[in-house]
């Protein structure tokens, strides 16, 4: 037996801890995996939803009347794709950043940009 | 057959960029990218001017009947922000060529003429798509493309600036997606117009609630709603000239409009969005954006961050307008998406010239000086483009400007009125600023007269042209508005 609206306790707290370590992490890459963990959470709020226990994949046959809903599916895997493309855009920038200033440290970085403008 | 163009529209930009990939070729990237642009311009006034003859247009992709398949549909209001989007597209394609040779290294500019395309497609898809989910894969396409068109600016700040705006944009895109993840599970679909129709029969409103809160602070990220604007400064100032100037004049404005299509469309006939104080706290927030903005910018050394905390008190005026909720305002807010895109173009694409000329990529405002000697024909489309962002009679800023205090006035909120006034007075300041230094000053010793390139310098003075051409001929700006505002108010035109 689970307790009722696990699955939206579960998301709550992979968002809040993704924005978290979002917010309060000053490394680049740490910031990023907070990011993921973020866009995670979602997959899991338009999943869970969509499964019936006991339900089957909604192919009609005999036997079978209780159907899962595919379309979350379909959406997150689109969702999915999304997060790949912007976790592999940032991880670039970030070594780009790391090239053009030897560091990936916010504090750092700040550091060295007003060094510049000086 | 016209129905057709709709996917076209947006399948054509897509298609460019990985051609332009596979071909890795600059010259030909130039080209592809101005043809697609012009080709999306003469799409665009086909689509729009049968949409304000004879109403909406609607395409149903892989012909799968909406609410089933994805709905492409074109209204008004999307119809008036497809012109917009295409337009300044239009304008920056052909200019794009002098700045990105001058600015980014030979062998990626084919690459950034691709994220372009890329950036066309995806603003032009979230416009014409009417599938909330296929909204936010177009948002994404035109913000990922956006963050890798920024960081090929030229100083190493620009990766920071991109760095930063992936986050956050990331985060409000993220944050639009959870909004439309209950407003699934509430009624079940996602075509918008369907949504609309079944949240009126959902009972259960805490989650239709929660969704109006994560769309609202998702797209006030994406439009840079005060204070949600940290990363527009940064983002404008160090990203690539043609870069900024596009996505000056349109990722904000679609952004607008998306948040338009949610309030107007989907919960507006939602009983108890009318209980909400969701306007009251847009023009609280609009009324800080247009004052602390425009203060932030009388003091700014940077040209181009100058003007991006300008664009972050326009954006004010624009929310202002959607928070009155009357026709009169709605009017101008929906007019100032075109006018301050086109008059916030201009101003970049002439800067776009002067950082050519300076052969520096920075600018501060002591740059400036002396420039209506050394380039006078820029010098002259910055003082136009200027008074338009003031709102001076007979420019296009004043259009909009006088239908929000039109606006305004109908909901009796006169301190209002003293606010767009107060914020118009402030421009004056830093536009004064900027033209004190340029036609003032003296040029520095040994400068020669050296105008901006004539293909830049002719897209520069066509937009700066526009901003008068709207402020006498309104037929198009603010006829397509008030069809568009009176379509969102539920009225028939």
């Known amino acids: 037996m689970t307790p009722a609206y696990l699955s939206y306790w579960l998301t709550i707290f992979l968002m809040v801890a993704g924005l978290y370590i979002l917010i309060a992490r000053g490394n680049l890459l740490k910031k990023l995996i907070g990011l993921a963990v973020f866009q995670t959470s979602v997959y899991l709020l338009y999943i869970a939803p969509g499964k019936l226990i006991g339900g089957t994949a909604p192919i009609v046959a005999e036997g079978f009347t209780r159907y899962s809903n595919p379309l979350p599916h379909v959406l997150i895997l689109t969702a999915i794709v999304v997060g790949v493309a912007t976790l592999a855009l940032g991880l670039a920038i970030t070594v780009r950043i790391r090239e053009a200033y030897g560091t990936v440290e916010e504090d750092e970085i700040l550091e060295r940009d007003r060094a510049d403008a000086e | 057959m016209l129905e057709h163009l709709l996917a076209l529209q947006v399948v054509l930009p897509l298609m460019a960029a990985p051609l332009i990939v596979l071909v890795r070729n600059r010259h030909f990237a130039w080209l592809a990218t101005t043809a697609v642009s012009y080709a999306c311009l003469v799409m665009a006034i086909a689509l729009a001017s049968r949409v304000f003859e004879s109403g909406p247009l609607s395409y149903a992709l892989g012909n799968w009947p909406p609410p089933w398949g994805i709905e492409y549909r074109l209204d008004a209001l999307s119809a008036f922000v497809l012109v917009l989007v295409s337009l300044t597209a239009s304008f920056v394609a052909p200019y794009a060529q002098r700045s990105i040779a001058d600015e980014v290294a030979p062998e990626r500019q084919y690459l950034m003429y691709a994220m372009y395309c890329l950036c066309l497609a995806g603003l032009l898809g979230m416009t014409v798509t009417g599938d909330a989910f296929n909204l936010f894969v177009f948002l994404e396409i035109a913000s990922l493309s956006t963050y890798v068109l920024i960081a090929l600016g030229r100083r190493r700040k620009a990766l920071v600036a991109a760095y930063q705006y992936m986050l956050l944009g990331t985060v409000g895109a993220t944050f639009y997606v959870i909004g439309v993840g209950l407003l699934y599970l509430m009624t079940g679909t996602l075509n918008l117009a369907d949504m609309a129709k079944r949240l009126q029969e959902v009972d259960e409103l805490r989650p239709v609630l929660a969704a109006l809160a994560f769309i609202t602070v998702g797209i006030g990220l994406k439009l840079a709603l005060f204070p949600l604007h940290q990363w527009l400064p940064n983002a404008y100032a160090y990203a690539p000239s043609m870069a900024t100037a596009f996505i000056a004049a349109t990722a904000t ?241």
């Open chain 2, 253 to 493: 404005k679609v952004s607008v409009y998306v948040l338009l299509r949610f309030y107007f469309s989907v919960f507006d006939p939602v009983p108890v969005f009318a209980r909400l104080p969701t306007g009251e706290v847009l023009i609280g927030l609009s009324v800080a954006a247009m004052v602390t903005a425009s203060l932030v910018a009388v003091f700014e050394q940077d040209v181009k961050r100058l003007f991006a905390y300008s664009s972050v008190a326009q954006i004010g005026y624009i929310t202002l307008g959607i928070g009155l909720e009357n026709q009169a305002a709605l009017t101008g807010s929906i007019t100032h998406l075109l006018n301050h895109g086109v008059t916030k173009g201009a101003i970049f694409v002439l800067l776009g010239g002067v950082v050519l000329r300076a052969a520096a990529p920075g600018l501060t405002v002591g740059d400036l000086s002396g420039l209506a000697r050394r380039m006078p024909l820029t010098a002259f489309g910055l003082v136009i483009a200027g008074l338009s962002l003031i709102g001076v009679p007979g420019t296009a800023g004043f259009v909009s400007k006088w239908y929000l205090i039109l606006g305004a006035i109908d909901r009796g909120l006169w301190w209002v009125v003293a606010v767009i006034l107060a914020a118009s007075l402030i421009a004056v300041a830093y536009v004064w600023r900027v033209v004190e230094i340029a036609y003032l000053r003296p040029p520095p010793a040994g400068a020669s007269r050296s105008e901006a390139p004539l293909g830049m310098l002719s897209a520069a003075l066509a937009m700066a042209a526009l901003c008068v051409y709207f402020g006498f001929d309104t037929s198009f700006s603010v006829g397509g508005a008030a069809d568009a505002a009176a379509l969102l108010l539920g009225r028939s035109p």
